[in-house]
C-alpha cells in the first residue's frame, strides 16, 4: 500500500512539473536543457575533459578536428574542447557573480528609493541615472581599464554599469505597489517598515527582477567575452571564450575552428538564457503571451 501511495505521488508530482507553464514551450525546454549542459560542463569540468587545458603539445598545434582531438587544437597545442569545458566554468561563474551582485544592490537601492520617497529618491536616482547615461560597455571599457585587464576587475565593472537597470525597476514596481490596500492593512496593523518590506513588497515586485536577471545573464557572458577579447577581461592562458576568440582571430582563415567554436558557445548560452528570460516574462505576465 506504502509503495502504491509512493508511486502515485511520484507520478503526480510528475504531471505537476510536466504541467508548469514554463515548461509548455519547447523554445524553454530546449533553453533549460542548454543551461543545464552547460552548468553540467561547468561543474564537472574535471572529471569530462579530455585534457589539460593549460598543456601544451607544440608537435600537436593546429590540429583539424580529429578522433584524438575532437574540436581541434590552438596555436600552442592545446585541447580546444577541454578549453572550452573550463571556460563554461569561468563565463557562468562571472554571469552569476554580476547577477547576483548587480541585482542585490540595485534592488536594495530602488526598494529604498521607492519606499522613502522624496530627497531620498531624488537622490538616489539621480545617482542611477548618471550610470545610465553611458553605453554600459563602454562604461565598463572605462572601469576595468582604469582598475587594470583582469578577471576580478572585469567582474567589479560589469557589475557596477549592471546595478543601475534593477534600482530602477524595483524603484517602479514598489511606487506600484506601496499604496496597494495589503499594505495599508500591513500598516494599520502595526506592521514594521522592515516586515512590510520584506514580507509585502518584495515578494510582489521580484518576478519582473527575475526575468531581467536571465536576460542579463546572456548580456553579461557576451559582455565579458568582449572585455577578454579586447584585453580587459581575463588573460591568456585562461580558457575563457573571449580569451578563445581573440586568440584564434590571427588563425581564423585558415584554421577557422579555433575562434569558431568558443563563438558557438558563447551563442547558444546567450540564446539559451533569452529564451529562458522570454519564458519566465510568459509565466509571469501571460497577458504579454497573449498579446504576441
Keep these: 500500500m506504502t509503495e502504491a501511495f509512493t508511486a502515485t505521488g511520484r507520478l503526480g508530482a510528475a504531471r505537476l512539473v510536466a504541467r508548469a507553464p514554463i515548461l509548455r514551450s519547447p523554445l524553454n525546454v530546449a533553453a533549460l536543457a542548454l543551461i543545464g549542459l552547460f552548468a553540467a560542463c561547468a561543474i564537472f569540468a574535471p572529471l569530462i575533459a579530455p585534457y589539460d587545458p593549460l598543456t601544451q603539445a607544440l608537435a600537436s598545434r593546429l590540429q583539424p578536428p580529429s578522433p584524438e582531438h575532437w574540436l581541434g587544437t590552438d596555436q600552442l597545442g592545446r585541447d580546444i574542447l577541454s578549453r572550452l569545458l573550463y571556460g563554461s566554468r569561468i563565463s557562468l561563474l562571472i554571469g552569476l557573480v554580476v547577477v547576483a551582485s548587480a541585482g542585490v544592490f540595485g534592488t536594495f537601492v530602488g526598494v529604498i528609493a521607492g519606499y522613502a520617497g522624496g530627497l531620498?529618491?531624488?537622490?538616489?536616482?539621480?545617482?542611477?541615472?548618471?550610470?545610465?547615461?553611458?553605453?554600459?560597455l563602454i562604461l565598463a571599457m572605462a572601469i576595468a581599464g582604469a582598475l587594470g585587464p583582469s578577471l576580478t576587475n572585469a567582474i567589479i565593472a560589469l557589475a557596477a554599469v549592471t546595478w543601475a537597470i534593477y534600482a530602477r525597476l524595483a524603484r517602479g514596481q514598489i511606487l506600484s505597489l506601496r499604496r496597494r490596500?495589503?499594505?495599508?492593512?500591513?500598516?494599520?496593523?502595526?506592521?514594521?517598515?522592515?516586515?512590510?518590506?520584506?514580507?509585502?513588497?518584495?515578494?510582489?515586485?521580484?518576478?519582473?527582477?527575475?526575468?531581467?536577471?536571465?536576460?542579463?545573464?546572456?548580456s553579461v557572458i557576451i559582455a565579458a567575452a568582449g572585455l577578454s577579447f579586447i584585453g580587459f577581461g581575463a588573460q591568456p592562458p585562461t580558457p575563457e571564450w573571449g580569451v578563445m576568440i581573440s586568440e584564434g582571430r590571427n588563425f581564423i582563415s585558415t584554421e577557422p575552428w579555433l575562434s569558431l567554436f568558443p563563438g558557438l558557445a558563447i551563442l547558444l548560452a546567450v540564446g539559451s538564457f533569452n529564451l529562458l528570460g522570454d519564458g519566465l516574462r510568459d509565466v509571469f505576465d501571460p497577458r504579454l503571451s497573449r498579446a504576441d
Design 120 to 136: 531620498v529618491d531624488e537622490a538616489l536616482m539621480r545617482l542611477t541615472e548618471v550610470f545610465l547615461a553611458f553605453p554600459a
Design 181 to 218: 490596500e495589503f499594505v495599508e492593512a500591513a500598516r494599520g496593523i502595526g506592521a514594521s517598515q522592515f516586515r512590510i518590506i520584506a514580507r509585502h513588497l518584495l515578494p510582489n515586485a521580484v518576478a519582473p527582477l527575475l526575468v531581467q536577471a536571465s536576460f542579463d545573464m546572456g
